[in-house]
């Protein structure tokens, strides 16, 4: 953006030492009772509800993966989820909407390596099965409603063959958080020697033969059923027929059909020599909750019964679930509220891209996001330092960039360019055109050396943003002159940036652009490059003069090592000399340090710092002294400063009011 400084910043304090006074800071400045709420609601809907991973037995033997490391696409028509979901290669397949295929009770066949998932609670099969053929292996099916092809009056399903999913002798499949209603044979057939299969937290309803499992001599088969509510139907909930091994836990059983059939009306079975062990499920108003052959062995425990009668068969050893994978389990009688509220469809059910897992790099990740996905897509990064660039496209909204370590420090993207390679916009470690971009956990770096080396354009920005709506949460942006750049399209163009619980270092104009940004609850350092007079200035806006809201800096802290007296809170920046371009910054009840100047803002490139819209209000510390140079809010105009005006634009964006 500006030529540096000549004087070169001496030493760059460690990251990790300021680390820890950084948290302490931000952890106080948040306010206990948000972490009250985010601790009852970690409660309430823990994240293994919501968790992309296959766990049980599907998560054994190199685990299910689907799709993943394939491209994502998301599909609204028959032909086109027949070609994806058959193709060779993997795929992410978002359903998004209705499907209504045809003929009715046709097969849409799944071949290896997908994942078929609906887009939020839309997707719907209807009239269709999805179908395994022998040999197909690791396949995710998840959000979906497979719905309707019943054939009026044949309740057996003695004439046809259509089941919501039927698959024989596959292997690695998760089918979870699916509705599963009114079929023409079976909602859910496994069958012939199946392996390494998982089904949670699905609804079955509205069906006579629901849930079936093996038609083998064989015992092979191993399975987890979990968090799965059976209602209105009538048997197989399930029928596990030659399994080597049936887990059941903390399923709801209720509300089955009462047809007279005193029967073949049931809950659970242990057909053949399956082994079966069920946990903490919950029955009501069930006929035969659980039984076995005198060849099966089934084990049961703490599950609760209500409104039931028949068969309740307990007998053999069975074997331990713990003895192949880790698992919580909740309270049998927790299971109604649990399984009736988070089973099936879920509109926060998306699509979770992990990066290394699954994407070698942030920017294959990134590259694999359908262009204008409709519903946010997760880039999950894994621990570790990626020194790579990373370029998100304005086609490319709705992606949530997480890191997944237990601190931000623990995930950092990080390059070293500096604007003589490329420009300033070259430089940037990170760039963001898209609108509707989350950021979280994460630490975005430029690391170049500017003592290091002699350049003119030593600007190197850890990141830039051009699109709307864009969030930071509980991340770092580390570098030297220009760290964080928030722009728009264009001058006339407002995009809107909100930065919260976050840390920014820097030396030289290192919060500069158009863009209007709140940074709430923050950290910021001004790093001393070794001046006893000037070290440098942390704002640079370049206000659209048209837009009354630019930077917002409002109940943080600014920290610094620089002498007293020596760093500016900002100066106005024209680019190119535009008349149009009339800084607006406001800092409000922030602690300021020694290191700011008491007449803080200054002239930049024959523009005036008085012409700008420069202010103050309630600030504290050090570095807060009133002087003449300072302009001050005035009362009635902080009640119009808020970050809910800065933020809410045409649209009534307020992202502050999610916590």
């Known amino acids: 953006m500006t030529q540096h ?84 290669e993997p795929y992410v397949i978002r359903v998004s909407g209705a499907i209504a295929v045809e003929p009715f009770g046709s097969d849409i066949v799944v071949t290896s390596n997908k994942t078929i998932i609906g887009v939020g609670d839309t997707g719907e099969i209807v009239h269709g099965e999805l179908h395994l053929n022998p040999g197909t292996h690791n396949v995710i099916i998840r959000n979906l409603t497979i719905r309707d092809s019943y054939v009026e009056g044949d309740w057996d399903g003695k004439t046809t063959d259509f089941d919501a999913i039927q698959m024989d002798t596959v292997d690695h499949v998760w089918i979870d958080h699916n509705r599963f209603t009114h079929m023409g044979d079976g909602l859910l057939d496994i069958r012939k020697d199946s392996r390494y299969i998982t089904v949670s937290y699905n609804r079955f309803t509205n069906h006579n033969k629901a849930f079936g499992i093996g038609w083998t001599t064989n015992v092979l088969t191993e399975m987890t059923i979990d968090h799965n509510w059976f209602r209105g139907t009538k048997q197989r909930n399930p029928s596990a027929d030659n399994l080597a091994y049936a887990h059941l836990y903390n399923n709801y059983l209720s509300s089955q059909v009462a047809d007279g059939d005193p029967v073949w009306t049931y809950g659970n079975w242990a057909r053949g ?9 919950y029955y009501d108003g069930v006929q035969h909750p659980y039984q076995a052959d005198a060849t099966a062995e089934l084990v049961q425990r703490g599950s609760i019964l209500k409104n039931t009668s028949g068969r309740t068969d307990v007998w053999g050893t069975a074997f331990d679930p713990r003895s192949f994978y880790a698992y919580r389990i909740d309270p049998a009688a927790a299971v109604p509220s649990l399984v009736s509220r988070f089973s099936g469809p879920q509109k926060r059910i998306g699509v979770t891209l992990h990066v290394p897992a699954d994407y070698p790099t942030v920017q294959a990740a990134v590259d694999a996001v359908p262009d204008q996905n409709a519903v946010p897509v997760t880039i999950a990064v894994a621990p570790g330092t990626y020194r790579a660039k990373v370029f998100i496209p304005a086609s490319k909204p709705r992606i949530v960039l997480q890191g997944t370590g237990h601190d931000r420090s623990d995930t950092v993207i990080v390059y070293d360019t500096p604007a003589e390679y490329g420009g300033s916009t070259g430089s940037a470690t990170v760039r963001i055109a898209a609108n509707d971009v989350t950021a979280r956990h994460l630490t975005f770096s430029n690391d170049f050396d ?11 920005l850890a990141m830039k943003t051009t699109g709307d709506r864009i969030v930071f949460e509980d991340t770092a942006f580390l570098g030297n002159q220009d760290t964080l750049m928030t722009d728009s399209p264009k001058l006339d163009v407002i995009s809107r940036v909100f930065i919260r619980d976050s840390y920014i270092e820097g030396d ?3 919060i ?3 863009a209007t940004t709140v940074i709430e609850r923050s950290v910021i350092r001004a790093l001393s490059r070794g001046s006893d007079s000037n070290n440098g200035y942390i704002t640079a806006a370049s206000t659209w003069t048209g837009n009354p809201y630019g930077f917002l800096i409002t109940r943080s ?8 007296q020596s760093f500016h809170l900002g100066r106005p920046w024209h680019p190119g000399g535009e008349p149009a371009a009339v800084a607006q ?21 024959g523009f005036s710092w008085k012409d700008a819209r420069f202010a103050e209000y309630r600030n504290s510390g050090p570095g807060a002294a009133p002087s003449a140079d300072r302009p001050q809010l005035g009362a009635a105009d902080a009640r119009t400063y808020t970050v809910a005006n800065y933020l809410k634009g045409t649209d009534g964006w307020a992202p502050h009011a999610r916590h």
């Open 557 to 564: 802290k600014v920290v610094s090592d620089a002498p007293d």
């Open 508 to 510: 030289v104009d290192f």
């Open 273 to 281: 020599r399956t082994k079966m062990v069920i946990e903490n499920s």
């Open 450 to 460: 500017e003592a290091a080396v002699e350049l003119k354009g030593e600007q190197a």
């Open 512 to 514: 500069y652009g158009r």
């Open 5 to 88: 400084l000549d004087s070169k910043r001496l030493h760059r304090p460690g990251y990790g030492t300021v680390l820890a006074a950084v948290l302490g800071l931000v952890a106080a400045l948040s306010l206990g009772v948000i972490g009250q709420a985010r601790a009852v609601a970690a409660e309430k809907a823990p994240a293994d509800r919501w968790s992309d991973r296959a766990h049980g037995f599907a998560s054994l033997a190199g685990g299910t993966t689907g799709g993943a490391g394939g491209k994502v696409v998301t599909v609204t028509d028959q032909a086109s989820l027949a070609a994806y979901a058959g193709a060779e």
């Open 585 to 605: 910054v406001l800092l409000r009840d922030t602690e300021l340090p020694a290191a700011v100047k008491t007449s803080p803002w200054t002239d930049m490139s």
